[in-house]
């Protein structure tokens, strides 16, 4: 089964400042998609970015970024020039290739993001 | 705004209870997912729908059950409800097709069992 770890539990980071948050996985799968999705307090689950595992160039989506480690099996979520709306809780998700159990998505436990002025 | 509504947006009932939880997935997903999310047990999926048929089953309890209707909608009934059944209940769309695969989420229906 896979499983999707993240290890940061609370991070924090100024206003206009740049943060990484961590996410790995483990799988036996060679193919397969992350993702990364935002959930702010009012408890919408808003998908930031995500990350085909055959294409080796970090997907980008505005301030938000990735760095996709295939062989270390680490996904992790780079917000530059923070803003006070970038406040949330983030998940790093794992989706399987095929359908079936593969679809559903593995979550990992989060981590609350603050910013700061 | 995701284009996935579900209601209601809340719902308080007792323990033993029963309650139907709807969502409407965005125009043109055929596949409707249904997930959990409580403070011990995070984010799980519980099951899949594709085009009317179920497609995959994950930690859903017995006294849960879902269906998908012709027109995609889905609905999740929870029966007998207990008190470790208070959550927020996700549904999300998806296209499934080509490469897209990411997966849309309604608001969610936030359930208080009392």
């Known amino acids: 089964a896979q499983t999707v770890t993240q290890s940061q539990p609370e991070m924090s980071v100024q206003e206009a400042e740049t943060v990484t948050l961590s996410c790995t996985y483990d799988t036996s799968e060679s193919d397969y998609y992350l993702f990364w999705y935002k959930q702010p307090p009012s408890r919408q689950m808003i998908l930031v970015i995500r990350?085909?595992?055959?294409?080796?160039q970090n997907a980008t989506e505005n301030r938000f970024s990735v760095n996709f480690q295939k062989a270390a099996k680490s996904f992790s979520l780079k917000i530059s020039d923070s803003q006070l709306g970038d406040a949330a809780m983030y998940f790093c998700a794992y989706r399987g290739l095929y359908t079936g159990t593969a679809s559903k998505l593995t979550f990992g436990t989060g981590t609350r993001l603050q910013v700061t002025l | 705004d995701s284009g996935v509504t579900q209601t209601p947006k809340h719902l308080i009932t007792a323990t033993g209870q029963r309650v139907t939880l709807r969502c409407s997935p965005r125009?043109?997903?055929?596949?409707v997912y249904w997930y959990q999310q409580s403070l011990d047990q995070g984010l799980q999926f519980l099951i899949q729908?594709?085009?009317?048929?179920?497609?995959a089953k994950g930690n859903i309890l017995e006294r849960f059950s879902a269906q998908q209707f012709p027109d995609l909608h889905s609905e999740l009934n929870l029966s007998s409800l207990e008190l470790g059944d208070s959550a927020l209940y996700f549904c999300?769309?998806?296209?499934?097709?080509?490469?897209?695969?990411?997966?849309?989420f309604g608001p969610g229906t936030r359930l208080t069992v009392t």
């Open positions: 729908y594709y085009n009317g048929e179920e497609r």
């Open positions: 125009s043109g997903d055929l596949s």
């Open positions: 990350q085909e595992a055959y294409k080796q």
């Open positions: 999300a769309s998806s296209v499934e097709a080509g490469h897209s695969y990411e997966q849309y």
